[in-house]
C-alpha cells in the first residue's frame, strides 16, 4: 500500500512567519511531486509542484524535495490569515499504466493568526 | 481558459438509486480524472482517461461504478444502487498529456446516500 504521510496538524502560526508543512512518501519510482491548497468546502488548488532533488520557489511559497530521504516540504514566507486552508501533498504512483494516478496525504490544516 | 466544470454540484438520493455526474474539462486538456474525497481524507483516486480510452482504474473501485468518456471530451461517472457509504465529494481533474502532470481540479460534486 503506498503511502503518502503528512502531520495533519494544526500548525499555527502568527501572521508574518513562516510557515513549515512536511510530507514523506512511500514509493520510491514516484517523479512528480505536488503540493495543493484546499479551503473548507472547496476542491483542490494546485499551487506548486516540484520534480528535482532541491528548492522550488514561487513568490511566497518554496517546496523542497529529498528523494533520498523521500521526503518534500512547503515554506510559506510571510503568512498571511488568507493562507489559512488544509495543504495537501501528492505524489504519482509509479505501479500505475502510466504513473498518472496521484496519491494524497491526509493533509495538514494550517491556521494564521492576525 | 474555462476550468474544469462539474455537473451537479450537489446531489441527494436514497439508497438503492442510480445516479451521474458530469465532468467537462479544461478544453485542450486530454487527460481526465476522476477522484472521490470523503471528510478528513485526501483525494482518492478511482478511475483515468486519455482521450476516450479508460487506461486506470482504481482497484478499489466496486463494480456499481462506471465511467465513460465516450468522445474524448466530457466525461460522466455512474454509481449504481447507492449506498451511504458513497456519500463523498467527487471530485474531476484535468492535465495535459506530457510535461509533469499537472492535475486542475474542478469544484467538485457532494453525493449525500440518505
Known amino acids: 500500500q503506498k503511502e503518502v504521510e503528512q502531520n495533519s496538524g494544526p500548525l499555527s502560526v502568527p501572521e508574518g512567519a513562516i510557515a513549515s508543512l512536511n510530507c514523506t512518501y512511500s514509493?520510491?519510482?514516484?517523479?512528480?511531486f505536488f503540493w495543493y491548497r484546499q479551503y473548507s468546502g472547496k476542491s483542490p488548488e494546485l499551487i506548486m509542484f516540484?520534480?528535482?532533488?532541491g528548492d522550488k520557489e514561487d513568490g511566497r511559497f518554496t517546496a523542497q524535495l529529498n528523494k533520498a530521504s523521500q521526503y518534500v516540504s512547503l515554506l510559506i514566507r510571510d503568512s498571511q490569515p488568507s493562507d489559512s486552508a488544509t495543504y495537501l501533498c501528492?505524489?504519482?504512483?509509479?505501479?500505475?499504466?502510466?504513473?498518472?494516478?496521484?496519491?494524497f496525504g491526509k493533509g495538514t490544516t494550517l491556521s494564521v493568526s492576525s | 481558459d474555462t476550468g474544469v466544470s462539474q455537473d451537479p454540484r450537489h446531489k441527494i438520493t436514497k439508497r438503492g438509486q442510480n445516479v451521474t455526474f458530469r465532468c467537462d474539462p479544461i478544453s485542450e486538456h486530454n487527460r481526465l480524472y476522476w477522484y472521490r474525497q470523503t471528510l478528513g481524507q485526501g483525494p482518492e483516486f478511482l478511475t483515468y482517461f486519455q482521450n476516450e480510452a479508460q487506461l486506470e482504474k482504481s482497484r478499489l473501485l466496486s463494480d456499481r461504478f462506471s465511467a465513460e468518456r465516450p468522445k474524448g471530451s466530457f466525461s460522466t461517472l455512474e454509481i449504481q444502487r447507492t449506498e451511504q457509504g458513497d456519500s463523498a465529494m467527487y471530485l474531476c481533474a484535468s492535465s495535459l498529456t506530457g510535461g509533469y502532470n499537472e492535475q486542475f481540479f474542478g469544484p467538485g460534486t457532494r453525493l449525500t446516500v440518505l
Open positions: 516540484i520534480y528535482s532533488n
Open positions: 501528492a505524489v504519482n504512483n509509479s505501479g500505475d499504466q502510466a504513473g498518472t494516478a496521484l496519491i
Open positions: 514509493d520510491r519510482g514516484s517523479q512528480s
